[in-house]
């Protein structure tokens, strides 16, 4: 069983469009993070949501917005999609933050975005 | 200056050969530490944390924490082909209780080859 699953695993999309990938994990999580992770492999965090809250929330453009159903799936939608949007966006889970499980963070697989 | 920094490589060395990676990090307040193992089109794994200064062992990984210097190594013994990835230091405060934030800094990543 696929313990944090990403869909699409691949989007290609001109600019201006709207696109969404979802996320879901199985492993009883409670915390989960949107990564991004540009051409030269330099991850960064993007947003961070602890049971449907929103807690880590980087300088990511408005353009970017991330919804949490329940504490299993965390979804990225992106309106008017830029060039500079390329890269791939990993999702990931873990234990609660602040109880020592924070740092042990596992990762889907990733999703390969290309804005043409 | 980036937070962490990270020797991008490429790195190749012969199968058998001890392999050392390094990150230096600016932040004082990163208190976990943590390497995680990229294969291509992968999401990244995590190998080996540690809190604070010290050693850990797991296997054939060593990693190693200097918090005086600022200063961070993965060692790999015996590397084989199957350990050519992409590394990738990650980092992280404690929040006043001593736990993690979940939020992990990354270094650009090290790609590594074992060849035989």
């Known amino acids: 069983d696929t313990a944090v699953s990403q869909t699409p695993k691949y989007l290609v999309t001109q600019m201006g469009n709207d696109k969404s990938i979802k996320c879901e994990q199985n492993?009883?999580?409670?915390?989960m993070y949107w990564y991004k992770q540009d051409s030269k492999k330099f991850l960064k965090i993007m947003f961070s949501?602890?049971?449907?809250?929103?807690?880590i929330n980087e300088t990511v453009p408005n353009r970017f917005s991330p919804k949490s159903p329940d504490k299993a799936h965390l979804n990225l939608h992106i309106n008017s999609l830029e060039l500079g949007d390329s890269a791939v966006y990993f999702c990931?889970?873990?234990?609660?933050?602040?109880?020592?499980?924070?740092?042990?963070?596992?990762f889907g697989p990733g999703t390969r975005l290309l804005v043409l | 200056q980036k937070e962490v920094e990270q020797d991008p490589g490429p790195l190749s060395v012969p199968e058998g050969a001890i392999v050392s990676l390094n990150c230096t990090y600016s932040n004082s307040a990163f208190q976990y530490f943590m390497w995680y193992r990229q294969y291509s089109r992968k999401g990244p794994e995590l190998l080996m944390y540690t809190y604070s200064s010290g050693n850990k062992e797991d296997g054939r990984f060593t990693a190693q924490v200097d918090k005086s210097s600022k200063y961070i190594s993965l060692f790999i013994r015996d590397s084989q082909p199957s350990d050519s990835a992409t590394y990738l230091c990650a980092m992280s405060r404690v929040n006043a209780g001593g736990t993690s934030y979940g939020k992990l800094t990354f270094g650009q990543g090290t790609i590594l080859t074992v060849h035989p």
């Open positions: 492993l009883g999580h409670d915390t």
């Open positions: 990931a889970s873990s234990r609660t933050s602040g109880t020592g499980g924070g740092e042990t963070q596992y």
């Open positions: 949501y602890n049971n449907k809250e929103l807690i």
